[in-house]
């Protein structure tokens, strides 16, 4: 087998885009906005909208990535740089559910569904107050390391090694 399945590989890429809007988003769009402007509430709710779509496409590719068959894994000849690989993958599934998990920690802890979501015209909280506000920065902060770490694995892959690793993940014959 040298492809990993279709859902797999339509979702890593679904979710590759909706993840880096989110912190490109959460980044420079919603956290430059003052709580006391009335648009962080309908940029609170896209974001909030995105994180949950993304825990469930998450949870939707972690099964079908355990239940399906899969290509071996890569090996570049270093069993460090393996290990390293191996660990980086489950690192971002462990820290998109963190930043995800952090987010819904903040959006309780503040009380924002029923300001976000129904309209309640209590003010929004000042989120650097709230205990989980630093741990989803941390988490988002180092979600963005490892994508780009990830994404320039690739392109050694691609570029220097000629390995065709990308096209694992990509549509076609699986076989």
Known sequence: ??????????????????????????????????????????ALRSHMIGGAVILLLMLVRLVVRLRTEHPPEADIGISALNRIARLAHWALYLLVFALVGSGIAMSV??????????????????????????????????????????????????????DGLISRMWFGKRS
Not at 6 to 13: D, K, R, S
Not at 19 to 32: K, R, Y
Not at 151 to 157: N, R, S, V, W
């Open 1 to 42: 087998m040298t492809r990993y399945h279709p859902v797999l590989v339509t979702l890593h890429w679904l979710l590759a885009l909706l993840i880096i809007a989110a912190l490109l988003i959460g980044n420079f769009a919603l956290d430059p906005i003052p709580e006391s402007d009335p648009a962080k509430i309908d």
């Open 109 to 162: 802890l503040g009380g924002l569904p029923p300001i976000v979501f129904g309209g309640s015209g209590d003010p929004l909280p000042v989120f650097d107050e709230l205990a989980p506000r630093a741990a989803h920065g941390f988490f988002a902060a180092a979600l963005a390391i490892l994508i780009l770490g990830h994404i320039a694995a690739a392109f050694y892959h691609e570029l220097v090694r000629h």
